[in-house]
């Protein structure tokens, strides 16, 4: 017969060293997980809207087309127009440094206000800032004329797998060059996982 005594004075060292991995373990992939998981992203985005009175335009360089519109035109805050876009993100406001790119983003926006000039976006972010990779997808509906627009992030993948967070934009450039509307917006990003 063993006594009690005797046993937990010979497993109390490998219980010790148990905890002391399972600690060592734990604060590792916390250590991971912060690192891999990003909680603010901060970035500018590029777009040029394609001049629909103005089609032969070799210097045009467009992200953004018109591919939808209602039957009948012109609609109240052209209502039922669907641009379709693949917009180049930059941390800086310039496309001149390649080395300032992080990924572009891809979707569409349609005017869906008829008493107000109301943006519905579905867009899918492919970003890659070589610390952070992966995608996450922004959709939801705001007022175009708001300075500071707000719209969920609903989800990703890569480093962004499983966030949910609210991205805030506003537009912070706008010209038009080669018959064309520019614009930079500015996106900050706050995601949890
Ligand atoms: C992200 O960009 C870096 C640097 O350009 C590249 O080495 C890496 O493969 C990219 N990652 C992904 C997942 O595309
Ligand atoms: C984003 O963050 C910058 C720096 O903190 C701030 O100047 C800007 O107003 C914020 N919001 C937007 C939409 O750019
Ligand atoms: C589109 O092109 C026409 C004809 O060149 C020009 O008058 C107009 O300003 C352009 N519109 C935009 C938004 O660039």
Not at 3 to 11: A, C, P
Not at 69 to 98: C, I, R, W, Y
């Amino acid at each position: 017969m063993v006594k009690r005594g005797t046993i937990s004075r010979d497993l109390t060292p490998l219980l010790l060293a148990v905890l002391g991995l399972l600690i060592v373990v734990s604060m590792g992939s916390t250590i991971a997980e912060a690192r891999k998981k990003p909680k603010k992203l901060s970035f500018f985005m590029f777009i040029a809207v394609q001049n629909n009175s103005h089609l032969d335009n070799p210097k045009g360089q467009f992200t953004s087309v018109l591919s939808g519109e209602a039957p009948v035109t012109p609609q109240p805050f052209a209502f039922g127009n669907l641009h379709t876009f693949d917009n180049p993100l930059s941390k800086t406001m310039s496309l001149a440094n390649p080395a300032d790119r992080v990924g572009h983003v891809q979707g569409w926006y349609g005017n869906c206000g008829q008493s107000t000039l109301t943006l519905c976006l579905a867009q899918t972010f492919a970003y890659n800032d070589t610390v952070y990779s992966g995608t996450f997808s922004l959709l939801g509906s705001g007022m175009a004329m708001d300075p500071v627009k707000y719209a969920p992030v609903v989800g990703g993948t890569g480093d962004f797998a499983f966030c949910r967070g609210v991205a805030e934009q506003s537009r912070v450039f706008n010209a038009i060059v080669n018959s064309e509307e520019n614009s930079w917006f500015r996106y900050n990003i706050t995601l949890k996982y």
